[in-house]
């Protein structure tokens, strides 16, 4: 069973007080803060995420679908907004596909939960991402102090003697 997250990117931006405040100086840095974030969020928890931004207001704007280190951008075309192309996703997919939308906009919770969706607001995508960001940390940066990252900590005991056994008859020679 594929499972997806939708993020309607503008909306969790502006509900997100760090990349809210990127947003007043660059709002192309804060979209790729937020698009780095959900990266590493889909590698951590092997979902799809899709993360659609809304120009509607573009002038003679097509839909265009970008990848982005293994996640999907949609910029929505002319007239359609992000929340339109959301739920129209939603509806084309079949009930055997778990999807979860990220979003505070009330209105477009309602018509997600409405079409079978599950949503999630941007408090707890927020919290959510904290908890990976410190389960990556143990596991991967703060090690306790004398257990560093080795090969021979992370290979199969019997491989080790093996490896260990070549490597006593190598000096011999």
């Given at each position: 069973?594929?499972?997806?997250?939708?993020?309607?990117?503008?909306?969790?931006?502006?509900?997100?007080?760090?990349?809210?405040?990127?947003?007043?100086?660059?709002?192309?840095?804060?979209?790729?803060?937020?698009?780095?974030?959900?990266?590493?969020?889909?590698?951590?928890?092997?979902i799809i995420v899709i993360v659609v931004f809304d120009a509607h207001?573009?002038?003679?704007?097509?839909?265009?679908?970008?990848?982005?280190?293994?996640?999907?951008?949609?910029?929505?075309?002319?007239?359609?907004?992000?929340?339109?192309?959301?739920?129209?996703?939603?509806?084309?997919?079949?009930?055997?596909?778990?999807?979860?939308?990220?979003?505070?906009?009330?209105?477009?919770?309602?018509?997600i939960l409405g079409l079978g969706a599950v949503r999630i607001p941007?408090?707890?995508?927020?919290?959510?991402?904290?908890?990976?960001?410190?389960?990556?940390?143990?596991?991967?940066?703060?090690?306790?102090?004398?257990?560093?990252?080795?090969?021979?900590?992370?290979?199969?005991?019997?491989?080790?003697?093996?490896?260990?056994?070549?490597?006593?008859?190598?000096?011999?020679?």
């Amino acid at each position: 069973m594929k499972e997806y997250l939708i993020v309607d990117g503008y909306n969790v931006i502006n509900g997100w007080d760090e990349l809210r405040a990127e947003s007043l100086h660059s709002l192309e840095a804060s979209r790729q803060k937020l698009l780095d974030i959900m990266s590493d969020y889909q590698g951590y928890k092997g979902i799809i995420v899709i993360v659609v931004f809304d120009a509607h207001y573009v002038k003679n704007s097509m839909e265009k679908h970008e990848m982005y280190n293994g996640i999907e951008v949609v910029y929505t075309r002319e007239f359609e907004s992000a929340d339109n192309y959301i739920e129209r996703f939603i509806a084309n997919l079949t009930r055997e596909e778990h999807i979860t939308v990220a979003t505070s906009d009330w209105v477009e919770q309602l018509m997600i939960l409405g079409l079978g969706a599950v949503r999630i607001p941007v408090r707890e995508l927020i919290q959510e991402v904290g908890l990976m960001k410190k389960a990556m940390s143990e596991k991967y940066i703060n090690k306790p102090e004398g257990k560093r990252n080795l090969l021979e900590h992370n290979i199969n005991p019997k491989m080790r003697s093996a490896l260990e056994k070549l490597r006593r008859e190598d000096t011999k020679a």
